[in-house]
């Protein structure tokens, strides 16, 4: 009897639950959580028929939906501020920022509730731990950032083109990451982070040191050996496509006052003929090194070996090779002989 009375009161007690008016802040949009502050907490009401776990997702996905909605305007607002920080125009055009939310572990479910057949759940996003999250997560990037750019600057200054594109290249690539997570760090804290302002500096120095040595920069592109048909238009044309400077003159033959900007291609064609049973083949290679005029950094490219073939006329053959040396293929090796030079936009 005693073990009957104690079911029936929690029978009672259950019913009388889901029977009760949910609170408001279940079913209105506009009804704050009293524990849950908009001004501290980013939240979200989920609601299923399903289950009490898919009212969870549903509530959580709330939330980030939230953030992302968030993030196409906090990334076009760090774009204005990226440019009032003095930058130009034309350095911060070449600003791609591209962010999403992945940290969903963040989101906590905090309560739920069930009446006649449906689930609810509400979840929460703590703003300042959050924030406090991705500023310890981003920490290592920052400090490699700052070390990496100040060596960019450092090189720069002394004429180091080789130290310069490799601290650049560093320092770019982890700006795509950093850029990303202060844009989301503003989504979520509803505010720029006490870092961004110092790192955006450091960033459109960087970008504007970047610009400084891509307008400068001349590449000497110097065919090793004739008879390559259009092999030279082809490396000088490859050049200007990576929106760099080409002309024809090799690291000897300039001033010593523009060293520092200068790099030489060399571009070495190979060929090879012979007559086999099937009759006239001839095999095609080309090899590009680009040397820093400076010193110290170089790179090497290679356009694969192409065949060419014809029953008895060797001229052909070899036409019918060279005819393979494509634009695209002459385009990926200039790229690759120079991204150890130069910083190469990816």
């Known amino acids: 009897m005693k073990l009957r009375a104690v079911a029936l009161g929690c029978l009672m007690a259950a019913c009388g639950g889901a029977r009760g008016p949910l609170p408001a802040y279940f079913t209105a949009v506009q009804a704050g959580h009293p524990s849950y502050p908009d001004a501290r907490f980013i939240t979200g009401v989920g609601l299923s028929s399903a289950s009490a776990a898919d009212a969870d997702t549903r509530a959580r996905e709330n939330v980030a939906l939230q953030i992302s909605t968030r993030l196409e305007s906090e990334t ?64 290592a990037d920052l400090t490699t950032f700052q070390a990496a750019a100040e060596t960019a600057r450092k090189a720069r200054a002394g004429q180091e083109a080789g130290a310069f594109a490799i601290a650049a290249t560093e320092a770019t690539k982890i700006r795509q990451r950093m850029d990303s997570v202060f844009v989301v760090r503003r989504a ?118 192409v065949r060419g073939a014809h029953p008895s006329d060797r001229e052909k053959a070899r036409r019918l090779a060279w005819d393979k040396v494509t634009v695209q293929a002459v385009e990926a090796a200039v790229r690759d002989a120079l991204k150890g030079t130069i910083l190469i936009e990816e």
């Open 188 to 305: 979520i804290a509803g505010h720029p982070a006490a870092e961004e302002k110092e790192y955006v500096g450091l960033r459109n120095q960087l970008l504007a040191l970047v610009e400084e040595a891509r307008a400068r920069r001349v590449v000497g592109v110097v065919l090793k050996s004739g008879g390559a048909g259009p092999l030279s238009d082809l490396a000088l044309n490859a050049v200007k496509r990576l929106g760099l400077r080409p002309d024809m003159a090799a690291c000897a033959t300039r001033e010593r006052k523009d060293l520092s900007d200068s790099t030489e291609l060399d571009v070495t064609p190979e060929e090879k003929c012979t007559e086999g049973s099937l009759g006239e083949r001839c095999e095609v290679v080309v090899r590009l090194v680009a040397q820093a005029c400076s010193g110290g950094a170089s790179g090497a490219g290679t356009v694969t070996v």
């Open 76 to 139: 076009s607002s760090f774009q204005r501020f990226t440019t009032q920080t003095g930058t130009s125009e034309t350095v911060t055009s070449r600003v791609s920022v591209r962010t999403s939310f992945d940290r969903a572990e963040l989101i906590r479910v905090v309560e739920r509730a069930e009446q006649e057949g449906v689930f609810y759940a509400y979840a929460v996003l703590d703003r300042a731990a959050a924030d406090r999250e991705l500023a310890s997560a981003m920490g």
